[in-house]
C-alpha cells in the first residue's frame, strides 16, 4: 500500500461490480485494487469471463447496465471519478483517458471519413478551427504511421485494412494527449505481423508521449512484449501481482502457472500439454473461499472456505494463495 | 514414408469471379487458391499456416468439394475427388470431416447433441438401428471426454470447449481417414486450447488420423504438426519438416510470421515487425514474387520474375535466395 506513493496516475481500491443475478447481485468485478504509475504500462490478464474488460469500463465509469459500481475508489491523479457530474466525466473519458477496444470496425463510425471522425475528436475536447485540428490530425496519421496520410484522411473505415483501422483508432485516442490509455485486446482480431507493427507502435508512442496504458489481454506473449507490471485476474478477483519477470519468470499462484504450462509454445511435438481441468464458472456459481479452488490441483482445509490473503512474495510480487502462504512460511 | 501418401493435392487453383454491373459480367477474378500442392502421409499432421486472406481455409474448401475448384486433383485413396460425379463423391465424404473455428455456428441450435452427432451415422448406414446409433453416441461422447448422459441436451447448454469436443464427436461418428481442423482450437481460452489439443493428440494416437490443421497460430502448429506448408497469397511459399520450419526458416515470409510471435519468455522480448505494410488484394497479387512488396529482402529480379518452388534441405522454398 505505502510503495504505491502520489505518483500513480490512476489507482482503484476495492472496485466491486455487480450484476443482478437470481440470488441477488454478483460481483463480476470483487474488490479489485490496481495502481498505474506514470509511464508505466500494467497488464491486466485473463481468461474470458474473468472481469478484465469490466474493470477497466468500470474505472472510465461506463459499465453496462444493469450492472453498476457497487463499492470502491477510483482515483485519477487524487480526485475519486466515482464522485465526478456526468459532464465531468464525460470531460474526462477522451480528455486524460482514452481508450481503444479489440475491433476497430466497431468503434468507427462507416458512413464519416476517418479524418472527419477524429477532427471530431480533437474538437469536442478543444477549441481549435477545422483547419487546425485537420493538420493536427494530419499530424497524428503521421505519426502513427499511416502510409499516405493525406489522402487516408478521406477514406471512409471500410476502405482501410484492419491494421489501418487499428492505427486511426490508436491516432483518435492519442489526440488528447491522454493520462491514461486503455487497450482492449488491441491485437486480438489482426494477424502476427501486423500485430507486431501495432505492438512496435504503442511501445514508441508510450515513449514518446510519456503516458500510462493498462493493457487489457488474454495472451501471455503480448503482456511479454509490452507490460512493464503485470495483474493476474481470476473469476473477478486479481490473484497474483509482479513484475512482468515475477509473473512470466517465477509464477507462484497455481492458475498463473497453469496458463503459462498450457500454452503449446512451451511444450515439444507429443508431450502432452499441462490441463487446467474444467472451466471457469458463471459468476452466480463461483465457489466460497478461493474462487479457483474448484479447478486448483494444490486445494486443501481452508482453500474451499476462507478467502486468502495477500502473501508477499518480493517487494514486487504477490500472490493470494493458501499453498503459497505456506510455501513462504517454511 | 512407404506408399504414397492418403491425400495429395496438386495444382489446386480456386478462384473467385469478380462480377459487375447489370447483367453480372465477370471482371475478374480472385486468386484465392493459384496452384497449391500438398500431400499427407496416412497417421501425420500436416499444418497450413498464414495470414487472414491468404487462402488457406479455401485450400480446405476446396479438398471437400464444398468450393469448387478451377484447375488440379485432390488424390484421396488413389481417386481424384475433383473429378468423381457427385453420387460417386458421397461414399468419400465419410472419409473426410471438417471441424470449423467456431463450433455454435456448426452446430444446429434446435437439435439435440444425440440428433447432431447420430445424424452423419444415418446418412452413411452406420449402426443397424436407431438405439444401436444412441449407443454409438454414447461412446462417442466418452471418447471426447463428456457425459453420455448429456446426449440429449442442447448445444447451448455447453461451454465453449464442449461444443468444440461435440464437433468433434460429431465428426468421428462416420469413421473418416482424414480431419481438416479448420482454425478448431483458435476462439478458446488457452486452459480450454490445451484441453482440446491434447484431446486430438489421443485420438490421433488411438485411430490412428490423419489431420490437415489450417490455422494462424504458431504456437498450435509447432506442437501438432509433423510438416508445415506456409501460404501467403494464395501460394505455398515454403514447406519442410515443423523442426526444420521453426530453426531454420528459409523464405523471408516465414522467417518474419515467426519473428513476430511474441514469446513468453521473460528473458526475450524480441517479437520483430520485419515484415512491414499490408497484404495485397489477391484479386491483384504482384507481379514476380507476391511477396516482394514487403519483403525486407527483394532485390530488382523479384519484382520481374515469379520464383518457382525451389528445393531446399528438407523442404522447398519459393524464394530466389533459396535457389
Known sequence: MSDTPAEAVIETRGLTTTFPGEGGRVPVVDQVDLQIAVGEVLALVGESGCGKSMTALSMLRLVPKPGRIEAGEISLAGSDLRRLSVPA???????????IFQEPMTSLNPVATVGAQVVEAIRLHESVSKAEARRRTLDLFTRVGIPDPDSRLDAYPHQLSGGLKQRVMIAMALSTRPRLLIADEPTTALDVTIQAQILQLLRDLQQEFGMSILLITHDLGIVNELADRVSVMYAG??????SRVDILGEARHPYTRGLLLSLPSLASRGER????PGVVPPPDQWPPGCRFSTRCGRVFEPCTTQVPAVSEITGTHRSWCFAVAREIES | MSARPLLQVEGLRTWFPIRRGLLRRTVGYVQAVDGVDLAIEEGMSLALVGESGCGKTTVGRSILCLERAREGRVWFGGVDLLRLPSQELRPYRSDLQIVFQDPMASLDPRMRVRDAIAEGMHSFGIGASESERTDRVAALLERVQLDPRQMWRYPHEFSGGQRQ?????????????????????????????????????????????????????????????????????????????????????????????????????????????????????????????????RCPE???RCSEEAPELFAVEGGRSRCFLSE
Open chain 1, 237 to 242: 478477483r486479481i490473484i497474483e501481482e509482479g
Open chain 2, 165 to 293: 469436443r461435440l464437433c468433434i464427436a460429431r465428426a468421428l461418428a462416420v469413421e473418416p481417414r482424414l480431419v481438416i481442423c479448420d482454425e478448431a482450437v483458435s476462439a478458446l481460452d488457452v486452459s480450454i486450447q490445451a484441453q482440446i489439443l491434447n484431446l486430438l493428440g489421443e485420438l490421433q494416437q488411438d485411430l490412428g488420423l490423419t489431420y490437415l490443421f489450417i490455422t494462424h497460430d504458431l504456437g498450435v502448429v509447432r506442437y501438432l504438426a509433423d510438416e508445415v506448408a506456409v501460404m501467403y497469397l494464395g501460394q505455398i511459399v515454403e514447406r519442410g519438416g515443423t523442426e526444420r520450419i521453426f530453426e531454420d526458416p528459409r523464405h523471408p515470409y516465414t522467417r518474419g510470421l515467426l519473428a513476430a510471435v511474441p514469446s513468453v519468455d521473460p528473458q526475450r522480448r524480441s517479437a520483430a515487425a520485419q515484415v512491414l505494410g499490408d497484404v495485397p488484394s489477391p484479386a491483384h497479387p504482384p507481379a514476380g514474387c507476391r511477396f516482394h512488396t
Open chain 1, 273 to 276: 500439454l499441462a490441463e487446467i
Open chain 1, 89 to 99: 466525466m464525460r470531460q474526462v473519458r477522451g480528455q486524460e483517458i482514452s481508450m
Open chain 2, 298 to 300: 527483394a532485390f530488382d
